[in-house]
């Protein structure tokens, strides 16, 4: 059997869990409130866990061990979408992504519960009660500051505005989008990004925020075809700084 | 982490004398039975004054401590030290929350010691203050600083007051576990390549200093000091912690082939209550 | 040959490193242990995805089984995921007596309103408050009790 079409989808959702993982860590030790710092300290953990999960996966398929996988590619063998790869910047932002990116995660994984590729289907199951805590955590946030004051709702509104373009190419199409859907496999990017819209609908009507109309805006993709912004390098590079001293070597 | 290093600096005992004696008397007593005084315990002030100040150095001390670390998770090396990392400098963070928050039952609001964490008048360890250099920095950190930081905290969860002794207990469970964890990166840079080997003994050239440094000054038993080790809020003077410390981890190191950056340090016999054992320190009468 | 029954009485020796009244049998993270002619198998699955202990408690079964002669297969696997519903009722009261509130059922928690409150573990009050839903680790979330005036954690339901 021909798992290209399992292999890309299972690459582009471990790469997102493993670069937004890392974005999520550079927030320990730093956070507004104990409570953020520890918040996105465990997100990180586990997106960072669910990563090596999925590479496990690949691995199995036949792709290289997780280790090599990730920390020896280069950025244009990177199939993250470029929402995960930008730059922290302030909190709004960082709070904008997790609620524009988990929401959309939680609900792949969910549909990922009724994959054909049982090994995919167990691990959904699982990471699907982790996710639950990062979408209360994004909820939470998002309807207390995006009703709260002036200054909270006009820097989540700006990020926001900023962020969309970056969010709608999540769901860059596959170039296997027919097998995956065929085969039972996953039931497209398309499916994913009608359920995300209703639901990121439904939060943002609680708030002062105003949800731009998404046709009119041109989605940013390439991510999922190796296309990054010039801040995906830098990071891997810092992640591999210490692994290449030596890749021979056991850490 | 690092509940390290008696840094606070005393007040004046002239309180005691106004406070209630048959209160005192009591309060005393009960120390003295072993009991666990509560938050709604009368205690006399100074009492309260000094717990303040520790719970909320060592609540510092944790959350600035998971900086010079926190910096390695974005490049640990592999997946498997990555996420033990990261869940090592998270559980300071939250060591940190527990530690204000037992501070807290004492009247103070957390939101006060932050500000004075960030106006510059509270203390914390200075050992966190230090860079990490190399990966092997952050290494020596989650090994001998947290092994540092057990050994007061083993200590501190036998003392007098309830709640920061309960969370001390959490606090040591973990620390235990983040130990094995350090002790693992360090035996695998022991028995790694030459350049492995030379990160380690660099840094541990580098962090000795600070680490005995980490135990505080040698103690001047003064009024002051008598009155908290009756009061059980200091358990134990620096020295014994500091030589507590030598007599665990120095063999240890050494048993990695380290070379210890103090050619005063061997073993000696030393009599601990009325056994003579074969310890670490300065063989300063030989 | 060993019993299985045997070796999950040895296994009770296997704690939680982080919480060390709890074994890894009561937290429900073994979730078979087969007893094959010579060989014996036993399958574990994490808490939490990223758990880091994982490895640890992989090392410790076999630590202890091969004090007693065995030299098992020790297998990690999300076959049987693990929910906060499978720590025993001995688990759970260990966990209340080392001051950590146990989980709900997790049938309750698809409606997000029992996460507000939590059973205080040292006055069985309900006058307590979420913090926040992330913990010192994965498994715990954080909470305040108004009577103790005092944090507590509480192992989460998933």
Redesign the interface.
């Given at each position: 059997m021909d798992h290209t079409p399992l292999k890309e989808l299972l690459y582009k959702m471990a790469d997102d869990q493993l670069i937004l993982g890392?974005r999520n860590?550079?927030w320990?030790?730093m956070g507004p409130l104990?409570?953020e710092?520890?918040?996105f300290?465990?997100?990180?953990?586990?997106?960072?866990?669910?990563s090596?999960?999925l590479y496990t996966l690949l691995h199995e398929l036949g792709e290289s061990d997780?280790?090599t996988v990730?920390?020896t590619r280069n950025a244009n063998q990177f199939h993250n979408c470029q929402l995960v790869e930008l730059p922290n910047q302030e909190y709004d932002f960082s709070l904008i992504r997790h609620f524009l990116f988990d929401t959309a995660e939680a609900l792949r994984f969910e549909m990922l519960t009724r994959s054909s590729h049982q090994?995919l289907a167990?691990?959904a199951?699982?990471?699907r009660?982790?996710l639950?805590?990062h979408t209360?955590?994004a909820n939470t946030w998002i309807k207390q500051l995006g009703s709260a004051t002036p200054e909270s709702i006009s820097r989540l509104q700006k990020s926001l505005e900023y962020a969309l373009p970056f969010a709608l190419g999540i769901f860059e199409t596959s170039l296997y989008e027919k097998e995956l859907i065929a085969a039972g496999i996953f039931e497209g990017e398309q499916a994913l990004q009608q359920k995300w819209l209703a639901k990121i609908e439904s939060i943002l009507s609680q708030t002062s925020l105003q949800l731009p109309d998404l046709k009119l805006i041109q989605p940013i993709v390439g991510g999922r075809q190796g296309k990054h912004t010039e801040h995906l390098q830098p990071?891997l590079d810092?992640?591999s700084?210490?692994?290449k001293?030596?890749p021979t070597?056991?850490? | 982490m690092y509940g390290g290093g008696n840094t606070f600096e005393g007040i004046k005992t002239d309180s005691i004398a106004t406070e209630d004696p048959t209160k005192l008397a009591e309060f005393e007593a009960r120390i003295e039975r072993g009991e666990k005084i509560e938050p709604a315990d009368w205690m006399p002030q100074l009492y309260r004054k000094q717990l303040i100040r520790m719970i909320e150095q060592h609540a510092h001390s944790e959350i600035i401590g998971a900086l010079p670390e926190g910096t390695w998770i974005t490049r640990a090396p592999g997946f498997k030290r990555k996420m033990s990392l990261m869940a090592k400098v998270q559980d300071e963070v939250g060591h940190g929350q527990l530690l204000y928050s037992a501070a807290e039952t004492l009247g103070k609001p957390r939101e006060q010691m932050i500000e004075d964490l960030i106006n510059g008048k509270s203390k914390y360890s200075n050992i966190v203050n230090y860079p990490t250099f190399t990966w092997a920095d952050c290494c020596f950190i989650s090994w001998l600083v947290d092994a540092g930081a057990i050994v007061n905290q083993l200590a501190n969860a036998k003392g007098s007051y309830g709640p920061y002794c309960r969370a001390l207990d959490r606090i040591c469970a973990e620390e235990s576990f983040h130990l094995k964890y350090g002790h693992h990166c360090v035996i695998y840079l022991a028995s790694g390549t030459p350049k492995q080997r030379q990160m380690f003994q660099e840094a541990l050239n580098r962090w000795w200093p600070p680490m005995m440094h980490f135990f505080g000054p040698s103690d001047k038993i003064s009024a002051h000091t008598e009155v908290l080790m009756r009061w059980k809020v200091k358990m134990g003077t620096n020295d014994e912690m500091r030589n507590q410390f030598l007599d665990m981890y120095v063999p240890k190191i050494w048993e990695l082939g380290f070379t210890i950056p103090d050619p005063k340090l061997k073993r000696v016999k030393r009599q601990v209550s009325g056994n003579t054992l074969n310890l670490i320190g300065k063989n300063l009468s030989a | 040959m060993v019993s299985k029954e045997q070796i999950l009485i040895w296994l009770e020796d296997v704690k939680d490193p982080e919480i060390p009244v709890l074994s890894l049998i009561d937290l429900g993270v073994i979730t078979e242990v087969v007893v094959d002619a010579d060989q014996v198998t036993v399958e574990m699955t994490p808490t939490f995805v990223g758990c880091p202990a994982m490895d640890y408690m992989k090392l410790e079964v076999e630590t202890l089984l091969k004090t007693k002669g065995i030299t098992p297969h020790v297998n990690i696997s999300f076959k049987k995921p693990w929910s906060s519903d499978l720590i025993s009722e001995k688990g759970k009261a260990a966990l209340k007596k080392y001051g950590l509130a146990p989980p709900p059922s997790n049938k309750v928690f698809t409606d997000l309103e029992i996460l507000e409150t939590a059973i205080c573990p040292s006055c069985d009050g309900d006058n307590t408050e979420m913090k926040s839903p992330f913990g010192p680790t994965l498994c715990r979330a954080l909470y305040y009790c108004h009577d103790c005036k005092e944090a507590f954690e509480q192992f989460k339901p998933l």
């Open positions: 890392h860590s550079e320990t030790g104990l409570e710092d520890i918040a300290s465990s997100m990180a953990q586990d997106k960072v866990g669910q090596l999960a997780p280790d990730a920390f090994p167990q691990l199951t699982k990471i009660g982790e639950r805590y209360l955590h990071l810092e992640m700084e210490v692994f001293i030596d070597a056991e850490w | - | -």
